[in-house]
């Protein structure tokens, strides 16, 4: 018999295979002392342990950056940080040298500090690192102890279900999708190293199942979806054969579909839409244009300063974002102004302790305190607009002064740049993705040229649910009815206003959710690139006039309403994608 077991979604897909148990463990370091002639040797053991996992380190960073990209690369330079700290490397030198104590010994009380110390901080970007500071902690006491790293699953018939209480990144780097089909852990988050390099090999992962992971035994069938967070265990002979039966449909379609993914995208009742497309880190672009992105309707620049100790020059940013535009000549290109904390903080930003760091100092907030990182950021983007449409969007608005002082801090690099400047001012938009942007809005509307709509952060903050809260997962839903209103206030008001608004949230990027945004007039979006030949063709199967009288008439009383009589309309429209979301059990 099945059960279902629910965690976070972390990285969208669904797998099906056996489990595969991986815990990488060092427990119970023995309490081992030395004399006071050994104290020198022992210091030397640890300082070797230390090179040789740097060593290790920096090897796995070239290695994951030509594989993967620049970004996944620098997961370990955070890694080797934590080796080099001086707290922690002092810290064990001194228990050799004052206790007489093993090095590996010293290492591990010193671990143990670090740890709490995290865990004490309550910062969401610093548990994000616990995996890291586990991850240093096994490679040093490995070498110390002379212990082999786990094997990973070799070529077999069929890919597996990595199931494991932590999967340390420097794993995470050696995985291929071709032997491990998904990935679920005990702890972990959305914007841990681990998830962030499995989002870069497509490979789905559900996070934060707690002690939940214990009913994932070794070999038992598991049947997993990285969007919603659920784990079916032991999955029925029907599931299974949807399962395969949707995958093979999917492939299939999304083969199609991209071998036609150029031209317009139109209901069937002639409505022009745009798609365009996420972008996070730069080597998506060729594929989003190859799947026929209309532009980059939210170009994430976190890339640029995730992981890296100093501030970005402005010249490698006007690069990456030259870059972007002339990959798109002809559309916009909506660069999305860094949106760090809550889970995001550059090595270089002095991360302050926060209850809630997801209603703290982030986004807009932390650029208009630091002008040198936020002009440097706006100046790039004003000398690369020279070589395309360029856009300018604020995350995280909730008042007039932030526009303002922005628009303040536009104007001075405009008169700084001189010449270099273009003839007319880039259009500013902000993100609607807190409930004070949407009650401001016509207030805010005269100060900007566009709108975009953030279904995830609005949801979480209208719901009062936790995106990243396993327990809540049934909560956070993007179609409640009482977002739904917001939506179509949203949409009226950029109408009285005469501006351009588009939605860039998940919402966007599911058949149903795309579909009831039509309902409520939208019809500018954009989604992730894997989203991107799907949603095309969704939009081409549906009438906007059926849809929007769909959604006018409907009284739902919850999200699973809403979604279930969308759905219903998607699969008489012929849209097959209906299907793989209620596997996912919507």
Not at 239 to 257: D, G, K
Not at 323 to 334: I, N, Q, R, S
Not at 469 to 487: C, E, S, T, V
Request: proline share 5%; aromatic share 6%; net charge negative.
């Amino acid at each position: 018999m099945n059960s279902l077991v629910e965690g976070v979604g972390a990285s969208p897909g669904r797998a099906l295979g056996p489990v595969c148990r991986l815990d990488w463990e060092i427990e119970g370091v023995a309490h081992r002392t030395i004399r006071p002639e050994e104290v020198d040797a022992e210091v030397e053991r640890f300082d070797a342990a230390r090179a040789e996992a740097l060593v290790r380190l920096a090897s796995l960073g070239e290695e994951t950056a030509r594989r993967l990209g620049p970004f996944e690369g620098k997961v370990f330079e955070a890694q080797a940080y934590m080796i080099e700290d001086p707290i922690l490397v002092e810290g064990t030198r001194s228990y050799i040298r004052d206790n007489y104590l093993a090095a590996e010994r010293a290492f591990e009380l010193q671990m143990l500090e670090h740890r709490v110390r995290m865990l004490d901080s309550g910062h969401a970007m610093v548990l994000d690192r616990l995996a890291d500071l586990q991850d240093v902690r096994l490679r040093v006491l490995s070498s110390l102890l002379g212990v082999d790293e786990p094997q990973l699953p070799s070529v077999s018939d069929e890919p597996v279900i990595l199931v494991a209480r932590d999967l340390p990144p420097s794993l995470a780097a050696k995985l291929e999708p071709e032997q491990v089909a998904g990935i679920v852990t005990a702890g972990g988050s959305r914007g841990g190293h681990a998830v962030v390099i499995a989002r870069s090999l497509g490979i789905p992962a559900v996070v934060g199942l707690g002690s939940e992971i214990d009913r994932l035994p070794q070999g038992a069938c598991v049947l997993m979806d990285g969007r919603t967070g659920k784990v079916v265990l032991e999955p029925s002979a029907g599931e299974i054969e949807a399962f395969h039966r949707i995958s093979a449909r999917v492939t299939e379609r999304r083969e199609a579909i991209e071998a036609v993914a150029v031209g317009p995208t139109t209901t069937t009742d002639g409505v022009i839409l745009e798609i365009q497309a996420n972008v996070d880190r730069p080597d998506e672009i060729v594929r989003a244009r190859r799947l026929g992105a209309e532009g980059i309707g939210l170009f994430r620049t976190e890339f640029l300063v995730i992981g890296h100790r100093e501030i970005p020059t402005e010249e490698e940013q006007f690069q990456a974002y030259r870059a972007a535009l002339e990959a798109f000549p002809g559309h916009d290109v909506t660069l999305r102004t860094f949106d760090i904390g809550g889970d995001k903080f550059p090595l270089f930003l002095s991360m302050p302790t926060e209850e809630n760091p997801y209603l703290g100092w982030r986004a807009i907030r932390v650029c208009l305190d630091m002008p040198e990182l936020f002009g440097n950021q706006l100046r790039a983007a004003v000398r690369a607009s020279r070589y395309g449409s360029m856009r300018i969007l604020l995350p995280f608005i909730t008042s007039i002064e932030e526009i303002e002082n922005t628009r303040i801090l536009l104007d001075e690099v405009y008169r700084s740049l001189g010449t270099e400047a273009p003839e007319m001012p880039l259009p500013l938009g902000i993100m609607i993705e807190t409930p004070a942007a949407l009650e401001q809005i016509d207030q805010m509307a005269p100060l900007v040229d566009f709108l975009s709509l953030g279904t995830n952060d609005l949801t979480q903050y209208v719901l009062a649910a936790d995106r990243g809260n396993a327990r809540l997962a049934a909560i956070f839903d993007a179609a409640h009815p009482a977002l739904i209103g917001m939506y179509r206030r949203l949409a009226a008001a950029a109408a009285e206003h005469e501006l351009e608004v588009s939605v860039c949230g998940e919402l966007a990027g599911e058949p149903v959710g795309m579909s009831l945004l039509i309902g409520l007039g939208y019809s500018r979006f954009s989604v992730s690139v894997s989203a991107l030949a799907e949603q095309r063709e969704v939009a081409r199967a549906v009438s906007a006039a059926d849809l929007a009288a769909l959604v006018s008439s409907a009284k739902w009383r919850n999200a699973r309403s809403c979604r279930a009589e969308i759905s219903e309309y998607l699969e008489h429209a012929g849209v097959t994608m209906g299907d793989a979301e209620r596997l996912s059990g919507e």
